[in-house]
């Protein structure tokens, strides 16, 4: 087959999150949040740069809308800036930033694009950093008030709801790696954080739903296809242990399996949890897997793993494949894989991709066109196996390519750019790349030719 039709209600969309897009980091009454205090403290951002600017969304949405419209979008999934509607993280409204999100949404339903809300993606109220942070339980309870308070402004418009994004990258990339906020390199303390987390979810949910009647809510996580290096006994234990940590520590939970028992003892032999799990309470395993619509899926490249020192889990550097300017793997087969997955072991009612993308960084020539044809082939050929796998029966409804524009890209800073518009930040000017515009023509197609 060379052409490849999607259906006809398929959910064509884009994807940013708040402190990578709005700037305006204190603007009319909003808080600092952990990405501020981060930012701003030497030697975290491998360019020196924050977030203060970004793209100047808070002032440019009406242009943003405009731009997404222009695209054919049919939906767009943004999240909302905690500290920008609870300053301290609970207790007084900041209405200013609630009116914000609110002319958002509106925009969006006028233009005919479909609003899928993140409540939390990483910008965590600073007081509530303060005050323990997500190893915190206190900090869950926090988020079911701070669902609250949004919901109850915003649910009667938006009917698609994203509880938190990445729980893995919130806990362990930003509590046991330490290269996102808040920095820290603590495994007990990722591990609490892990669990409170899907505990917020948990209470969140039927927040959302009892705010916004009709409504779908579901989480967002980000997953690796992992392959063991070889047939080795030892690979395949070091990649079940890499899946086990990346992948299955959080989709077990949420799907009512409770924590898997391979790493619950792997991190207790490993001094990891030096009380086992102390911080789980009586009904917590029913709370974290509360029944969802949906499961975001996240997606960007694979693991091929080995037994390493110590019998640690070990990444290989796979010779003579393109990546993209991350360093990471393009293998549209692990998405493939993954879906498939997701539909047949955990039995998953509805899927969308909520983030797909790559970075690369080519910019505008003299007449402002953005030739990014490596983009638009990786774009090109995902699309290509979520087909596939949805003829095998798995529910996808959607796809949220990320991003729509180039952003801050966390602790990378401006030094890479995954948008299909390009943004030159002196100027905010944005720059649809050919691969937007192939985009536009596959959402006005419902499909492409694979010869594009």
Known sequence: MSAITFPDDFLWGAATASYQIEGAWDADGKGESIWDRFTHTPGKIQDGSTGDVACDHYNRWQEDIALMKSLNLRAYRFSISWPRILPAGRGQINQAGLDFYSRLVDGLLEAGI?????????????TLQDEGGWPSRNTAEAFAEYADVVSRRLGDRVKNWMTLNEPWCISFLSHQIGEHAPGWQDWTAALRAAHHVLLSHGWAVPVLRRNSPGAEVGIVLNFEHVQPATSSAADFH???RQDGYFNRWFLDPVYGRYYPADMVADYISGGYLPHGLDFVQEGDRRTMGVQTDFLGVNYYTR?????GPDNMPQPVDVPDVERTEMGWEIYPQGLYHLLNRLHFEYQIPKLYVTENGCSFSDGPDASGRVADQRRLNYLRDHFAAVHRAMQNGVPLAGYFVWSLMDNFEWAKGYLQRFGIVYVDYETQQRYPKDSALWYKDVI???GFSLHD
């Open 114 to 126: 479909q609003p899928f809300a993140t409540l939390y993606h990483w910008d965590l109220p600073q």
């Open 238 to 240: 070091a990649a079940r």
């Open 303 to 307: 693991d091929v793993i080995r037994q």
């Open 444 to 446: 006005a197609n419902n």
